[in-house]
């Protein structure tokens, strides 16, 4: 088995790595920092919006079970792509929009899903997805690492 990596951000990892740690398909999931200038950015430095990293989440995914541009639908189903730096109540650059592309063939599949959402109205203001190529990642404290899958066991519910 050959397993591919995609990367996204779409605002606090937390949530993004619960939905798609739950995918047929997806074989592992890590939380942390990319498409930034700092390195071994820490979570306090990330959030106070001094490191240009986003929260980010690293995705090994089986390409015979779930196919990358899939992947990019969920990606787009489960945020809002039109707020820049920006979901929800969370504000600032590390919560942007991002697809942190691995090779030419997710660039072109990202590029194709945006525009066929664009013309579909879907959304009434313009996506502003940053589409980059991808940097170097850094894992996130272990305390992040499946937040809301530990913090199930302890009785806490999600609200996404």
């Known amino acids: ?34 498409g930034g200038t700092t390195k071994d950015p820490t979570y306090q430095l990330v959030c106070a919006g001094k490191t240009g990293h986003a929260e980010a989440v690293d995705i090994l995914f ?19 792509p039109t707020t820049p730096n920006r979901q ?18 997710q660039l072109i599949s990202a590029k194709s899903v945006v525009n066929s959402l664009e013309k579909t109205n879907l959304f009434s203001r313009p996506i502003v997805t940053q589409i980059v190529p991808t940097t170097q990642f850094y894992r996130a404290e272990e305390y992040h690492q499946k937040y809301f899958k530990k913090n199930e066991m302890k009785g806490c519910s999600i609200h996404n």
Request: charge should be negative.
């Open 88 to 105: 929800g109540i969370d504000v600032g650059s590390q919560y942007r929009s991002a697809i942190f592309y691995h090779n030419q063939k």
């Open 1 to 34: 088995m050959i397993l591919e990596k995609a990367t996204f951000a779409a605002g606090c990892f937390w949530g993004v790595e619960y939905l798609f740690s739950r995918i047929k398909g997806v074989e592992r999931t890590t939380v942390g920092y990319t």
């Open 62 to 80: 089986d390409p015979t079970i779930i196919s990358y541009e899939e992947l990019l639908q969920v990606f787009f189903k489960n945020h809002d």
